[in-house]
C-alpha cells in the first residue's frame, strides 16, 4: 500500500473538513444550551480554541504543518486576525499561530474561512496529535542529511484522517529533525526523527517518550534507523501503544513519557517492536517519489558564512535565509502581510515559521538580501535590542499561567533600552511562565520559570533561574536551578550579566 505526500504543504484530510464543518452545528448547540459547558470545552479544545483569562475571550491555534505556509495562506490568516480577532499573531514554539481576542460566536466562521484557505485549527488543543513540527529551515539548511519537511507532512495527513488522533490519553507531539543539532527538539518530544543516510537510502533514527514540563524525559531510542518508506508504520505503533497504555485516570501521568517510565526502558522498546509486528503491511508506506526525498537529492554544505546574525547561508551556493527575530513572538496583521510582499517580491515565496517563534524568508538571492534587512528592520514587530528570548502566552493570556512572563521581558527590554545595554552577549532566554515549559526553558543556556511566592501574606510573582541545558540527538542535558528570583529585580540581573559579559552571582535567592 502506498500514501502520496503532498509536495511540501498540508493538504486536509476530508475527515477534518467535515469536523470543521460540524462545528458550527455544535456551537449552535452550545449557544442555545443544549451542549454543556463541560463537554462543549473538551470539544473546542480539540479544535484549536482556548478561553484565555479574559473571561469571554479566545484563542485560536492555526496547525502551521512543518512550519510551512504559503504567503497566500499568511495573508489570510492576517486578514482573518484583523476581522475577527484584535490584528496580532503570536508564533508559538511549535510552529503554530495564534489569533487572539476571538469571541466564541466567530469562531465557526473563523475556522470555515480557515479551511478556504487550505488552513484547520483541528488537533490544535486537547488530548490530541498535535502539529508536527520540523527544522525550520529544512530544504535550505547545509547542515541536514536530507529535506525532512515532506515526511513531516506525510505523518500529519495521515494521522489528521485518523480518528483515533484525537481521543488519546494526552496530547501527543511528533518532530522531524534534519541533523543531529536539533532544531525541531525531537529529542525532548513524544517521537522524534532524526535524519540519517545510511548506504545512500535516506531514513532515521527514533526517539520516543520525550517531554518537557513535570517530570521532563529525554526520548529513548528505539530505532537505531528506519527507512523513511518506513515511518507511518513506526507512528502508528507508537500511538497505538500510548492510547492503550497512557493513564487515563490521572492527567498529571498521562503522557507517553510515564508510560516508559512506568514500564520501564526495555519493556517499553519489546512493545514497540510487537506492536510494529503486529501492524505490518497493515500501514501505508510513504511514497519516497512524491516526498521528493531520495538520497541523491542530498546537496553538501556551500561553506559560506554572512556576518549578519540575521542571514544564513544556505545549501545553494548565492542564496539565505533572512530571519525575522519577533518581539515576543508577536506581529500585527498588517507587518505580517508586509513580510509576505517581501518574500514574494524579494525570494521565492517562502516562509516558515520557527521553534524560536520567528520568521524565517529563505531562498533569497545574496543581492537581495540588504533590500530585505533594511525593510524588516523597519518593522515594529521586530527585535531591536540583539537580545533573544522565547516566552509562553504567560498569565496574561493563558488561564494556566502564574507569571506574566511577557511582561517580564518587556520589563526586561525597557530597562535594555533606558541604560543603553549590548544585549548580544545574552543566550538565546526562555521565559515560561508556570513549570508546564510551554516555551521550553529546562533546555536552555538560561532560562526563568515562573512560581508564586507569599511575601507578608501577599502572593507575587518570583522566577527560579536556570542555567546550562541543551538539546541533541542522543545529548540531552536538563537546565539546571540556580535560584529563586523577584520578578522584579530579574531586569538588574540581566543588565548586570550584559555589563560583566558573565554570569553574575545568583547562587543565593532573593
Not at 256 to 271: A, P, Q, T, W
Amino acid at each position: 500500500m502506498n500514501t502520496v505526500a503532498s509536495s511540501i504543504s498540508l493538504r486536509l484530510p476530508e475527515r477534518v473538513k467535515n469536523d470543521t464543518r460540524r462545528y458550527r452545528t455544535n456551537l449552535s448547540r452550545f449557544l442555545k444550551g443544549i451542549f454543556s459547558e463541560a463537554d462543549f470545552t473538551a470539544y473546542r479544545k480539540t479544535m484549536g480554541i482556548y478561553e484565555q483569562r479574559q473571561s469571554g475571550w479566545y484563542m485560536v491555534r492555526v496547525r502551521i504543518g512543518a512550519g510551512m505556509a504559503s504567503t497566500a495562506q499568511l495573508t489570510r490568516i492576517a486578514e482573518l486576525s484583523c476581522r475577527f480577532g484584535r490584528g496580532v499573531l503570536h508564533v508559538t514554539t511549535r510552529q503554530d499561530i495564534q489569533i487572539h481576542d476571538v469571541k466564541i460566536e466567530d469562531t465557526a466562521n473563523l475556522l470555515e474561512e480557515l479551511q478556504d484557505a487550505g488552513l484547520c485549527t483541528r488537533g490544535g488543543g486537547g488530548d490530541t496529535v498535535r502539529n508536527v513540527t520540523s527544522c525550520p529551515r529544512s530544504g535550505v539548511c547545509p547542515d541536514e542529511k536530507f529535506d525532512v519537511r515532506p515526511f513531516a507532512i506525510a505523518v500529519a495527513e495521515y494521522l489528521l484522517a485518523s480518528s483515533s488522533s484525537y481521543a488519546l490519553p494526552r496530547k501527543f507531539k511528533i518532530a522531524f529533525s534534519g541533523c543531529g543539532l536539533d532544531c525541531s527538539l525531537g529529542s525532548v518530544t513524544d517521537v522524534g526523527f532524526f535524519a540519517h543516510v545510511e548506504n545512500d537510502a535516506a531514513g532515521f533514527s527514533v526517539y520516543a517518550g520525550g517531554g518537557l514540563g513535570a517530570n521532563p524525559a529525554m526520548g529513548i531510542k528505539i530505532e537505531d534507523f528506519v527507512h523513511s518508506d518506513e515511518i507511518l508504520e513506526v507512528v502508528e505503533s507508537l500511538k497505538q501503544i500510548f492510547d492503550r497504555e497512557g493513564d487515563r485516570t490521572n492527567r498529571r501521568e498521562a503522557r507517553l513519557r510515564y508510560v516508559v517510565s512506568r514500564v520501564g526502558r526495555e519493556k517499553f522498546i519489546e512493545l514497540y517492536h510487537q506492536q510494529r509486528k503486529e501492524l505490518s503491511g497493515k500501514v501505508p508506506k510513504i511514497d519516497l517519489k512524491s516526498c521528493r526525498c531520495e538520497p541523491e537529492n542530498i546537496v553538501e554544505s556551500t561553506g559560506e558564512n554572512e556576518s549578519e546574525p540575521n542571514v544564513m547561508p544556505e545549501k545553494r551556493k548565492g542564496f539565505y535565509t533572512v530571519e525575522i527575530k519577533l518581539h515576543l513572538g508577536q506581529i500585527t496583521a498588517e507587518e505580517l502581510m508586509s513580510v509576505c510582499e517581501l518574500a514574494e517580491k524579494f525570494a521565492a515565496g517562502d516562509i516558515r515559521t520557527s521553534q524560536t517563534q520567528n520568521l524565517l524568508i529563505t531562498s533569497v538571492a545574496k543581492e537581495n538580501v540588504n533590500t530585505i534587512l533594511e525593510k524588516i528592520n523597519s518593522l515594529e514587530s521586530t527585535e531591536k535590542s540583539g537580545a533573544k528570548f522565547v516566552t509562553c502566552t504567560g498569565a496574561g493570556v493563558c488561564r494556566l499561567g502564574l507569571c506574566n512572563s511577557r511582561a517580564l521581558v518587556n520589563d526586561v527590554m525597557e530597562l535594555f533600552e533606558k541604560k543603553n545595554i549590548d544585549a548580544s552577549k545574552l543566550p538565546l532566554i526562555r521565559v515560561s511562565g508556570c513549570p508546564n515549559s510551554c516555551a521550553n526553558h529546562q533546555i536552555a543556556a538560561l532560562s526563568f520559570q515562573g512560581r508564586i511566592k507569599r511575601v507578608d501574606g501577599e502572593p507575587k510573582e518570583f522566577y527560579d533561574c536556570f542555567v546550562n541545558g541543551n538539546a541533541g540527538e542522543g545529548n540531552v542535558k536538563f537546565a539546571e536551578r540556580i535560584g529563586t528570583f523577584a520578578a522584579k529585580d530579574i531586569p538588574d540581573i540581566l543588565t548586570k550579566w550584559c555589563k560583566d559579559g558573565r554570569q553574575p552571582d545568583l547562587t543565593v535567592d532573593i
